[in-house]
């Protein structure tokens, strides 16, 4: 039964799959002391990781082929990150949200910490040029017709 419980916990906080909208302040404090503990290359390391996963998904795959043994090495920079850090460095705020609000909660926490990093990732220029480049292939009249806010009634 132990076993479980601890391979929940480590599907949980290793999905990237939806967790609840909402919660709860020991989930809040999990996700503080995670993006808190981890430094500029641990969320870079991170980012790798995310990459290397939405490149499994068969409609990204063709799009780039990292090699196989790239991939282990950077999973298993991933997982080390992921042990310390609720071994290590945010251990009391994982058994408290884990105790509290269940294994979700760790979820909730990696997510936060994901889209903490992902953020370094789409503030880079080289990033935010290639996103802008988007503007030249749209209608921008078409576009602003369409978010123009409503004329109140009788005007």
Same mark, same amino acid.
């Given at each position: 039964?132990?076993?479980?419980?601890?391979?929940?916990?480590?599907? &949980?906080?290793?999905?990237?799959?939806?967790?609840?909208a909402l919660a709860g302040p020991f989930a809040?404090?999990? *996700?503080?002391?995670?993006?808190?503990?981890?430094?500029? *290359?641990?969320?870079?390391?991170?980012?790798?990781?995310?990459?290397?996963?939405?490149?499994?998904?068969?409609?990204?795959?063709?799009?780039?082929?990292?090699?196989?043994? =790239?991939?282990?090495?950077?999973?298993?920079?991933?997982? *080390?990150?992921?042990?310390?850090?609720l071994v290590v460095s945010c251990r009391t705020?994982?058994?408290?949200?884990?105790?509290?609000?269940?294994?979700?909660?760790?979820?909730?926490?990696?997510?936060?910490?994901?889209?903490? &990093?992902?953020?370094?990732?789409?503030?880079?220029?080289?990033?935010?040029?290639?996103?802008?480049?988007?503007?030249?292939?749209?209608?921008?009249? =078409?576009?602003?017709?369409?978010?123009?806010?409503?004329?109140? *009634?009788?005007?």
């Amino acid at each position: 039964m132990r076993s479980m419980t601890v391979l929940s916990i480590l599907a &949980a906080a290793l999905s990237l799959g939806p967790s609840p909208a909402l919660a709860g302040p020991f989930a809040n404090d999990l *996700a503080k002391c995670l993006v808190r503990s981890t430094t500029p *290359a641990e969320k870079t390391e991170l980012m790798r990781w995310m990459f290397v996963a939405i490149d499994q998904h068969p409609a990204v795959r063709v799009l780039a082929q990292v090699p196989q043994a =790239e991939q282990t090495v950077i999973t298993k920079r991933a997982a *080390a990150l992921f042990q310390h850090l609720l071994v290590v460095s945010c251990r009391t705020q994982a058994r408290q949200a884990i105790k509290y609000e269940g294994p979700a909660s760790i979820r909730f926490g990696f997510q936060i910490l994901g889209a903490v &990093a992902a953020r370094g990732l789409f503030t880079d220029p080289h990033v935010i040029r290639y996103v802008a480049s988007m503007m030249q292939y749209t209608n921008k009249n =078409e576009l602003a017709q369409a978010l123009k806010p409503p004329q109140p *009634a009788g005007k």
